[in-house]
């Protein structure tokens, strides 16, 4: 009744004062472990059943071609996609978007959209190097895409309506593409993004490394918020408030369940997070406490050098972080929200980690992370500066990129390999979570000051009346959209595409 309670309480107050979401508690959603398909008992048995009298002469078990991958470390947080490819280079999978009935707590149920039946979608796991194929069908009532969110993949692959006319009700699609980079991913439609996501349409796409990190577990840990409004998902665009800021839900969304995500781990133990912000709009601050973490990677996979977070890991909508946790106390932790309120920042349960028992391996694991040089450095060929703006116009507010909402032509044309300073300057107070398409930038500086904020991105909040100074590589040729991640923005202007031609 806590719960029920507390819901309604979030639920009564009007979308336009209530930012804080509710954090009601929620079990963690049932994990799954992957299987993988390697077949090494079954050839060491058989191997133990062959006596050296019966093997023939010749006997000798033919050797596979290639050396078997080994499985991937366990995960918790998400179902993993079946991989219906026996080659071992070619991971292949089924995708089907679709509403389904979502119990998000005791008491609500909604009419979402899923990708197979679940909210978050279900976890595609590969290794790099690997070719991933998504059989995809859109069992929606309208259409669709998949954007595979961070991945330098070719652009007809994209899955933006540049390159691909949307997959109609009904239809299917493959996506095939070679995965170059290891890292934590997330994919999401491309088509009405601030509706599609906000109902559900969002899944992790994990590349593993050539060999495995060695840690207690992996965790996939999606950070989402929703608004409801009288027990239901509120249309989009449903307020002005929505239109200026994006949409900010009154409830946490962690795990297709409504309020905080709880986990359990054991002392000793040493997690990796996957962290992504799948949220439409809100950057999620989140506080740690009693637990030991440090920053392992970003957008584009693992840093040269780890860092601790000195208090709070502010991640932007569709930033990615890989975390190392490493649970030194037993103890209850929450891993709080920092939400910011009319009367001030408040410290909301987003995370609950229960830390009981000792750890079964002893001593406890350490990762055995593989050496990563340094990122080059790059002289830009070029400098650019994008502007963010909004006006009002007769249909009400309009979001610009340099002036223009709506972009037809690219915004720039850029050659491939090409390096280029862009300044992203922000004249107005609602902040951008800037995401440039199939491409990875570096920041540089702030309000003209150099900042800590390793590692290469393909998304970075750009705040209120800021100017973030970044260097994009353009590597990767094609047409490639450059966006507002805050998705009502995107939905109202800010958006278009940056154009890199291929070397010829
Ligand atoms: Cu995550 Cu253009 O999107
Ligand atoms: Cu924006």
Redesign the pocket.
Known sequence: MLGLSLLLAACSQSPTTGTEPNTTSSEETTSSQQTDAGDAPESSAQEATTTAEEAPSEAVPEKPSFPPTAPFPEIQGGQVLEDTNPDPKVVEVNLVAQPNKIQLSDTVTQIMYTYNGIVPGPIIRARVGDELIVHFTNRLQEPTTV?W?GLRIPDKMDG?PRVQSPIKAGESFTYKFKLREAGSFWY?P?VRSHAQVELGLYGMLIVQEKENIKFTRERSVILDDILIINGRITAPMSSHMEAMHGRNGNNLFMHGKLGALSIKAKTGEVERWRVVNVANARTMSMKFTGVKVRVIGTDGGLLAKPYFIPTTLHIAV?QRYDLEVTYEKPGDYNFSLMAPTQTGVQALPMVKVNVEGEATQTPSVSPNYPEIPALPERKSDQSVTMTFNGVNTANGIEWQINGKGYWKEPIYTFKEGETVTMTLRNLQAQEHPF?L?GQFFTVLKRDGKEVFEPGLKDSVLVGGNETVEIQAYFDNPGQW?A?C?ILEHAELGMMGEIVVTPKP
Do not use: A, E
């Open positions: 954007h969110h933006t999401h491309h569709g995401h398409h959209m966006h991640h």
